[in-house]
């Protein structure tokens, strides 16, 4: 698609950019790089989400490049005639909330699961949404600011968790390109300076309470954690040498939350959680990631030797 066909489409109209619900640096700065693009060409655009950015380090990408986001109960004055483009998500997607405005337009990186018609429709299976956008500024010659370069950079690397997970050429080549724009301290800036101190504290829980099993890590988090900090404990904890697969829970107020990394060719966290939960709660996801629900009442039958029940119950289906 050329994109100055998206430029001639949202001309003369309201116009939203919309990330998924809970969105991530990819996300955040595809929309940003988009909205740019848009306004190079004077077509102007907002960018809104619905949902919570949970993550510190993603959030200060809002003051870092200067990114103004709206959040769902701030666009209650969306009508239907306006016109919406997500980015990295598509419609009828499980984590994008149907807003009241018109997809007319998706820009993404995922595959399709639901079919949905769009006016304009750029999905490529590249490492990366940043880099289509990215692609954008290099096809149509249309210049870009240092701040929205640094944060083309930014989301490239991170959802290619530095070029080795699901790394295309086009990721690697709009990335040499964009960086020679950018503002290479917003880029650095993003690196330092990435945790907060709940943050710290959930950790400190987790390293306290770390179980390894056969190169199982379980690591129990005692407090009240948000989802987004549960799974880069998970992380973490899958770091460790001697752990090839991680099971990390939060004992939170309304019940557990678990988030699952495997390694292991052999083990699918998806599925595992899936089981490993069976009868008394939720999983599911990813053969690398997932998570996991346990609600407080069934969470209470556990009763004093919680973390044994729970331990007991993953290894069991690891070893079946
Ligand atoms: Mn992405």
């Not at 988090?221 to 829970?249: G, K, M, N, R, W």
């Amino acid at each position: 698609m050329n994109p100055l066909e998206l430029v001639d489409l949202l001309r003369n109209h309201k116009n939203y950019i919309q990330t998924h619900n809970f969105p991530d640096p990819d996300a955040i700065a595809s929309a940003f790089g988009l909205q740019y693009f848009l306004k190079q060409h004077g077509v102007p655009a907002q960018i809104c989400y619905d949902g919570k950015v949970e993550k510190f380090s993603t959030r200060k990408m809002f003051d870092v490049f200067g990114i103004e986001i709206l959040s769902a109960d701030e666009i209650s004055d969306m009508t239907a005639t306006d016109y919406i483009v997500t980015v990295d998500s598509q419609k009828y997607n499980a984590n994008l909330t149907d807003f009241v405005g018109n997809e007319v337009a998706c820009i993404d990186h995922h595959p399709t699961y639901t079919e949905c018609s769009y006016a304009y429709k750029d999905v490529r299976m590249v490492g990366s949404c940043s880099a289509i956008i990215a692609s954008y500024f290099k096809e149509t010659d249309t210049p870009i600011s240092d701040r929205a370069a640094a944060a083309l950079a930014y989301g490239i690397k991170m959802d290619t968790a530095d070029f080795i997970r699901g790394v295309t050429e086009l990721d690697i080549d709009m990335f040499a390109y964009i960086y020679k724009k950018a503002d290479k301290d917003l880029v650095r800036i993003m690196y330092t300076n990435v945790m907060e101190f709940a943050d710290l504290k959930a950790y400190g829980a987790a390293i306290d309470n770390i179980h390894v099993y056969d190169g199982v890590g379980f690591a129990a988090i005692p407090f009240d954690c948000p989802d987004a900090l549960v799974a880069i404990i998970s992380d973490f904890i899958l770091s460790l040498d001697v752990v090839t697969v991680a099971v990390v829970y939060a004992v939170r107020l309304d019940g557990i939350k678990f988030s699952v990394r495997s390694e292991r060719k052999d083990v699918d966290a998806g599925s595992l959680v899936k089981s490993a939960l069976k009868d008394i709660g939720s999983g599911g996801g990813h053969k690398e990631m997932a998570g996991g629900f346990i609600v407080n009442t069934q969470a209470a039958l556990f009763g004093e030797d919680m973390g044994y029940q729970i331990e007991t119950r993953f290894m069991r289906q690891i070893n079946k």
